[in-house]
């Protein structure tokens, strides 16, 4: 079974920019959620999509955080514009359903410093 | 979102000695997962409590769920450099998404 992808691996941009991250779950998982991990820190839930519908996007600071997934597959976050104190790993996980919690499987992940 | 506070934050250990990790709530938790992130890495599922009192085991690691379902530990018998890494417990939301805890970094000493 093919893992949970994410692109890009690495970015680097400066404060007030834009920039976007792509996830593509494993193929069937209904759920997919974005997590930020900040140095030192647990992962911190920013959004659950079930299928392509949001679930819970209470931690999103929708000032300037968006999340999408159109056709309930892979999904996409952007940061515009970005602040210094977004600075972290942007985690990708998604399971099985939503409603049967047997262990997130979580991406690579996008490494985003802030300069 | 349920708070979950884990100790120590930080644990040193010489190769071959015992560690343990705990996780604490101030609410009964429904389940707790455990995770564990290598240095650079991503977390990694590693198991699933759903009952009181309940204890699995996996080779060396040894997971415990508090008889009121408000803690858990983790217990590694004779701790390889292999363990290094940081451990997470995390509950289940309303939604039945998760909310970590702060971790336990564990450093093995060869």
């Known amino acids: 079974e093919a893992g949970v992808a994410q692109s890009p691996r690495y970015k680097i941009i400066e404060k007030r920019q834009s920039v976007a991250f792509w996830c593509n779950p494993i193929s069937g998982h209904a759920t997919l959620y974005w997590y930020q991990q900040i140095l030192g820190q647990g992962p911190k839930l920013l959004i659950q999509?079930?299928?392509?519908?949001?679930?819970?996007d209470s931690q999103l600071p929708k000032d300037r955080f968006s999340a999408e997934r159109l056709k309930g597959v892979d999904s996409t976050l952007k940061i515009q514009p970005a602040k210094l104190e977004d600075s972290a790993v942007y985690l990708c996980?998604?399971?099985?359903?939503?409603?049967?919690?047997?262990?997130?499987?979580f991406g690579s992940g996008t490494r985003l410093t802030v300069v | 979102g349920q708070q979950v506070m884990q100790i120590p934050q930080y644990q040193h250990v010489q190769e071959g000695e015992d560690f343990t990790t705990y996780c604490n709530s101030s609410t009964t938790l429904s389940n707790i997962q455990w995770y564990k992130q290598r240095p650079g890495g991503h977390p990694v599922f590693l198991i699933q409590l759903v009952k009181s009192g309940e204890v699995k085991k996996q080779k060396r690691l040894t997971f415990q769920f508090g008889e009121a379902k408000k803690n858990s530990s983790l217990h590694i018998t004779a701790t390889q450099t292999t363990d290094v890494g940081t451990y997470f417990c995390s509950s289940a939301g309303g939604a039945n998404n998760l909310f970590f805890g702060t971790g336990t970094r564990l450093t093995v000493i060869p």
């Open positions: 999509f079930q299928n392509n519908g949001v679930v819970d």
């Open positions: 996980a998604s399971s099985s359903r939503q409603g049967e919690v047997r262990g997130y499987t």
